[in-house]
């Protein structure tokens, strides 16, 4: 007899009973707003002189509260009375929402009916608003069923488990139990955890370890690459299943999404080739997997395998590694495009583009290309943290380790870290007209050079914060040095046979002169760097127009060292000559 018409409680409900009692306890309250004190125009005064004695004159939040109550409130025995009102009805569902025979859709609305005369009284105007409010619904007929939640055809992935318990107004709907439904103010949406898939799940037969990779990782790749042709002929299935059901806009937007995995299968086949056909690529992809093994293991971390998405991400760059060294007949493009690595946070983006970075330094070393930038990897500003540093530098620490091992198979010079951001680090460091900075060399202190240690652990001898920096004046250089006298940087780096080697320190340039003047392999900075490239002519180094070496002072374009030395006058002042 009542469908489609609205029904309320009866005056005297549980609804109004409860709302009295807690009206009740809020006069108990000191926190909750009472009659204040007005103006002549009715307007509330929350102004109040603040006691003598400063900021620290109220002593604590309990008399905080008794001085606004003192001073604010006119009256603490009254509060705000709210009319809250409950209506409900049942209509039959409409088409759109249900296609179960006898569905009834039923509406519940609780709702804030104060007048502004009430509020008024309070100098809320119009605004007697009540936040957070819920309530709870429970069936006493009938089943709860899932509503539609009206996906587009682009979300058809999502479509099998399509519903939700209900529909709110400016509220969520959620089922507590079995016909038992209640809203929430502040909804939440839980996602589920991303789950990277075992290789076995696959149908692979073998897993992506590093130990594996850093000796026979033909077989293992191949094996990616067939479970990815495995995988696209279930999402054909699925695609034609959804032709044949009549969801035909579904289905286009799903074979354009298959596409874009047929484009990603084909850079993943790709590089497997490139390593199957390039001896010398190959050796550096297994190097750099021996590297990362070596670099979690330093690092104390259980990780001996990539995860999927790294390793196929790792073999969609293979080209890109390759191109770099490559005569231009063999260009393909591939450089033109710029790739992007989604995943979410702490899924291991960084190792994946590091394990890329790790193996182009081996790369470019077997191919001749003796010093300067492998990478730039530029963070956004405030992003670049220094965990992500301290990571980096493990890597390559076990790379130089490699290097050093392998003998004329990598010449060159070691593999170094720079710094180079906006803020953060200094500039200049040595030229007298520095004098005045925190960071002049010859006077800087203990604090400013306790400032500039990036890495606290020693990447080499894994020593906890033995990492210390010392100025060299001769050189014009800030060194991260280990404390450890046995540690591989101390008795086993190489000194070079130029004065090329960095045995003594880490090889991390900390200022933007030293970056300039040494041109670390891996230049780890912020976005706003980029700003440099146009108007200061020392950038040019980085990019390969400094080919001459000073043992002390670094690369210079010109045959001749460009660096001023640092020497003491006659007045014992350091001066630059």
Same mark, same amino acid.
């Given at each position: 007899?009542?469908?489609?018409?609205?029904?309320?409680?009866?005056?005297?409900?549980?609804?109004?009973?409860?709302?009295?009692?807690?009206?009740?306890?809020?006069?108990?309250?000191?926190?909750?707003? &009472? =009659?204040?004190? !007005?103006?002549?125009? $009715? *307007?509330?005064?929350?102004?109040?002189?603040? @006691?003598?004695?400063?900021? #620290?004159?109220?002593?604590?939040?309990?008399?905080?509260?008794?001085?606004?109550?003192?001073?604010?409130?006119?009256?603490?025995?009254?509060?705000?009375?709210?009319?809250?009102?409950?209506?409900?009805?049942?209509?039959?569902?409409?088409?759109?929402?249900?296609?179960?025979?006898?569905?009834?859709?039923?509406?519940?609305?609780?709702?804030?009916?104060?007048?502004?005369?009430?509020?008024?009284?309070?100098?809320?105007?119009?605004?007697?608003?009540?936040?957070?409010?819920?309530? &709870? =619904?429970?069936? !006493?007929?009938?089943? $709860? *069923?899932?509503?539609?939640?009206?996906?587009? @055809?682009?979300?058809?992935? #999502?479509?099998?488990?399509?519903?939700?318990?209900?529909?709110?107004?400016?509220?969520?709907?959620?089922?507590?139990?079995?016909?038992?439904?209640?809203?929430?103010?502040?909804?939440?949406?839980?996602?589920?955890?991303?789950?990277?898939?075992?290789?076995?799940?696959?149908?692979?037969?073998?897993?992506?370890?590093?130990?594996?990779?850093?000796?026979?990782?033909?077989?293992?790749?191949?094996?990616?690459?067939?479970?990815?042709?495995?995988?696209?002929?279930?999402?054909?299935?699925?695609?034609?299943?959804?032709?044949?059901? $009549?969801?035909?806009?579904?289905?286009?937007?799903?074979?354009?999404?298959?596409?874009?995995?047929?484009?990603?299968?084909?850079?993943?086949?790709?590089?497997?080739?490139?390593?199957?056909?390039?001896?010398?690529?190959?050796?550096?992809?297994?190097?750099?997997?021996?590297?990362?093994?070596?670099?979690?293991?330093?690092?104390?971390?259980?990780?001996?395998?990539?995860?999927?998405?790294?390793?196929?991400?790792?073999?969609?760059?293979?080209?890109?590694?390759?191109?770099?060294?490559?005569?231009?007949?063999?260009?393909?493009?591939?450089?033109?495009?710029?790739?992007?690595?989604?995943?979410?946070?702490?899924? $291991?983006?960084?190792?994946?583009?590091?394990?890329?970075?790790?193996?182009?330094?081996?790369?470019?070393?077997?191919?001749?290309?003796?010093?300067?930038?492998?990478?730039?990897?530029?963070?956004?500003?405030?992003?670049?943290?220094?965990?992500?540093?301290?990571?980096?530098?493990?890597?390559?620490?076990?790379?130089?380790?490699?290097?050093?091992?392998?003998?004329?198979?990598?010449?060159?010079?070691?593999?170094?870290?720079?710094?180079?951001?906006?803020?953060?680090?200094?500039?200049?460091?040595?030229?007298?007209?520095?004098?005045?900075?925190?960071?002049?060399?010859?006077?800087?202190?203990?604090?400013?050079?306790?400032?500039?240690?990036?890495?606290?652990?020693?990447?080499?001898?894994?020593?906890?914060?033995?990492?210390?920096?010392?100025?060299?004046?001769?050189?014009?250089?800030?060194?991260?040095?280990?404390?450890?006298?046995?540690?591989?940087?101390?008795?086993?780096?190489?000194?070079?046979?130029?004065?090329?080697?960095?045995?003594?320190?880490?090889?991390?340039?900390?200022?933007?002169?030293?970056?300039?003047?040494?041109?670390?392999?891996?230049?780890?900075?912020?976005?706003?760097?980029?700003?440099?490239?146009?108007?200061?002519?020392?950038?040019?180094?980085?990019?390969?127009?400094?080919?001459?070496?000073?043992?002390?002072?670094?690369?210079?374009?010109?045959?001749?060292?460009?660096?001023?030395?640092?020497?003491?006058?006659?007045?014992?002042?350091?001066?630059?000559?």
């Amino acid at each position: 007899a009542d469908l489609n018409n609205w029904v309320r409680p009866e005056p005297g409900n549980h609804l109004e009973q409860s709302l009295r009692e807690i009206q009740d306890r809020w006069i108990d309250d000191p926190r909750v707003y &009472k =009659v204040p004190v !007005t103006r002549d125009n $009715g *307007h509330a005064i929350f102004t109040f002189e603040w @006691p003598d004695g400063g900021e #620290y004159a109220i002593a604590d939040q309990d008399e905080f509260n008794e001085i606004i109550q003192r001073e604010v409130f006119a009256r603490l025995n009254a509060t705000i009375e709210h009319d809250v009102r409950l209506r409900s009805r049942l209509r039959k569902a409409p088409a759109s929402l249900s296609d179960i025979p006898g569905a009834f859709l039923l509406e519940t609305f609780i709702e804030n009916n104060t007048s502004r005369d009430v509020a008024l009284a309070f100098d809320l105007g119009s605004n007697a608003f009540l936040f957070d409010v819920r309530f &709870k =619904v429970r069936l !006493t007929g009938g089943d $709860g *069923h899932m509503l539609p939640h009206k996906l587009a @055809p682009k979300d058809y992935r #999502y479509k099998e488990n399509d519903g939700v318990p209900g529909y709110g107004i400016t509220t969520s709907v959620e089922q507590i139990g079995l016909n038992h439904y209640g809203t929430d103010a502040l909804p939440v949406s839980g996602l589920e955890r991303i789950k990277n898939p075992a290789p076995n799940e696959l149908g692979m037969s073998e897993e992506p370890a590093f130990e594996l990779l850093s000796d026979n990782p033909i077989p293992a790749m191949k094996g990616l690459v067939g479970a990815l042709d495995t995988y696209l002929d279930s999402w054909q299935t699925h695609i034609d299943a959804m032709a044949s059901s $009549g969801q035909e806009e579904e289905s286009r937007y799903a074979t354009d999404e298959r596409k874009l995995l047929l484009a990603e299968r084909q850079n993943i086949n790709d590089g497997v080739a490139l390593l199957e056909q390039h001896p010398d690529l190959l050796q550096a992809f297994k190097w750099m997997n021996e590297a990362m093994l070596r670099a979690f293991e330093h690092q104390g971390k259980p990780i001996a395998t990539w995860r999927l998405f790294q390793i196929g991400f790792i073999l969609t760059q293979v080209r890109a590694v390759y191109e770099r060294c490559c005569t231009e007949s063999e260009l393909s493009g591939h450089l033109d495009t710029a790739e992007v690595l989604w995943f979410a946070t702490g899924g $291991g983006k960084t190792e994946a583009y590091m394990g890329i970075i790790i193996m182009a330094m081996f790369y470019e070393r077997m191919n001749h290309r003796l010093y300067g930038p492998t990478a730039w990897m530029k963070f956004p500003l405030r992003m670049l943290s220094v965990q992500q540093f301290q990571r980096l530098s493990y890597a390559v620490a076990q790379a130089n380790i490699i290097k050093v091992r392998e003998g004329a198979k990598l010449e060159g010079h070691p593999f170094t870290i720079g710094y180079f951001t906006g803020d953060g680090a200094p500039g200049m460091i040595s030229p007298g007209y520095m004098e005045d900075s925190p960071y002049y060399l010859p006077k800087i202190d203990e604090f400013s050079l306790h400032k500039l240690r990036f890495i606290s652990d020693c990447p080499y001898c894994n020593e906890v914060d033995s990492i210390r920096v010392v100025k060299d004046l001769s050189a014009s250089r800030l060194k991260h040095v280990c404390g450890n006298d046995l540690c591989w940087s101390n008795s086993a780096m190489p000194a070079g046979s130029y004065g090329e080697g960095t045995r003594g320190e880490i090889g991390i340039y900390v200022s933007d002169e030293e970056v300039y003047r040494f041109l670390p392999t891996v230049l780890v900075g912020t976005i706003d760097k980029l700003s440099v490239i146009g108007h200061n002519k020392r950038f040019k180094a980085l990019l390969g127009h400094a080919p001459y070496f000073c043992p002390e002072h670094g690369f210079t374009a010109g045959t001749k060292c460009e660096h001023a030395r640092l020497e003491r006058d006659d007045t014992g002042t350091y001066v630059s000559n």
